[in-house]
């Protein structure tokens, strides 16, 4: 329903002194290719929250998310090409220049109420506030089971069996339950949170592994936020520079940038057995870089 090109799915292999030196093969998988819009994990994440919400007979979608939100805009368009409406519930007050992903979400048709960060927090009620028998809700971040479901489809999309380690950026840990719960007992799943001090993390994880054999499959690294969710000092900018410019590979500043950075340096303090197989999924979020302006990034 959601048009995934999967000849576009490609993976790139990462050549670099600082692998060979420690005898570690890395590729990654570009799911930032396979949509120019509702790029990377959300594709996989939204599919059977779409599916449901057509099945239950409702109109329109209903979910949570910031300014850059890569979530919003990804429902919007979603949801459009579903053909049902959507609605943007914004965190903060609304500004008189709406950013970059809010004007293509409203482009998508989604209509977007803004409400204050307390009235944020208290999903439920603002839930109760705005709710409609028509809307179906979608959690912050596609948090949840169906979006699990959805996730857990991506690494079928290639043959991953040759891999030891899968990593991938962690927001609200529904992508790396999908991952989790679709490896073999041979592998394992390595996320980096995005968020500083997010205790709760490992078991919202693990409340969405189906698959109870698979629930301690995963790690959750917390040492690679560079200061908190969303925050991208210097040293994350030139890294991602340095990144696109040996590698070709541009990155995003929330989840992957920080990912491809811990990668490097978890394999420096060899963190990852000699020959390793590692596989970094590049869960997309390009569009969330325009809010740094120009004059930051080089791509
Ligand atoms: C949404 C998003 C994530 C986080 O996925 P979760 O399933 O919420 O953990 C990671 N990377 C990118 C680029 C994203 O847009």
């Given at each position: 329903m959601i048009p995934i090109n999967f000849q576009k799915i490609d993976i790139q292999k990462i050549k670099a002194e600082w692998l060979d030196n420690k005898e570690i093969a890395l590729d990654v998988l570009r799911l930032d290719k396979i949509h120019p819009i509702i790029s990377g994990?959300?594709?996989?994440?939204l599919a059977h929250y779409i599916g449901d919400c057509i099945e239950k007979h409702k109109t329109t979608i209903a979910t949570f998310g910031g300014t850059w939100s890569n979530h919003i805009v990804a429902t919007a368009y979603a949801s459009k090409i579903a053909g049902l409406q959507s609605i943007g519930i914004i965190r903060g007050d609304r500004t008189t220049a709406l950013s970059s992903t809010l004007i293509a979400a409203k482009t998508y048709g989604m209509k977007l109420f803004f409400v204050s960060r307390n009235e944020y927090r208290n999903k439920e009620l603002t839930k109760e506030k705005y709710a409609n028998d028509d809307w179906y809700w979608i959690n912050e971040g596609g948090y949840g089971s169906l979006g699990a479901k959805g996730a857990s489809e991506i690494l079928a999309t290639i043959s991953s069996e040759k891999y030891s380690h899968i990593i991938a950026a962690v927001g609200?840990?529904?992508?790396?339950?999908?991952?989790?719960?679709?490896?073999?007992?041979?592998?394992?799943?390595?996320?980096?949170?995005?968020?500083?001090?997010?205790?709760?993390?490992?078991?919202?994880?693990?409340?969405?592994?189906?698959?109870?054999?698979?629930?301690?499959?995963?790690?959750?690294?917390?040492?690679?936020?560079?200061?908190?969710?969303?925050k991208h000092p210097k040293l994350l900018i030139d890294f991602m520079n340095e990144t696109y410019l040996e590698h070709g590979l541009p990155l995003d500043i929330v989840y992957t940038g920080?990912?491809?950075?811990?990668?490097?340096?978890?394999?420096?303090?060899?963190?990852?057995?000699?020959?390793?197989?590692l596989l970094i999924i590049h869960s997309g979020g390009l569009q969330g870089n325009m809010s740094l302006g120009d004059n930051f990034l080089t791509f």
């Open positions: 994990n959300k594709s996989f994440k609200s840990g529904t992508m790396l339950a999908g991952l989790t719960q679709s490896i073999t007992n041979a592998q394992r799943v390595i996320g980096i949170s995005s968020m500083k001090g997010n205790t709760n993390l490992h078991e919202e994880v693990k409340r969405l592994i189906v698959n109870i054999e698979k629930r301690e499959s995963f790690d959750i690294i917390d040492d690679y936020h560079f200061g908190g969710f969303g920080k990912t491809f950075f811990a990668v490097k340096n978890l394999i420096e303090k060899d963190f990852f057995p000699k020959g390793s197989q």
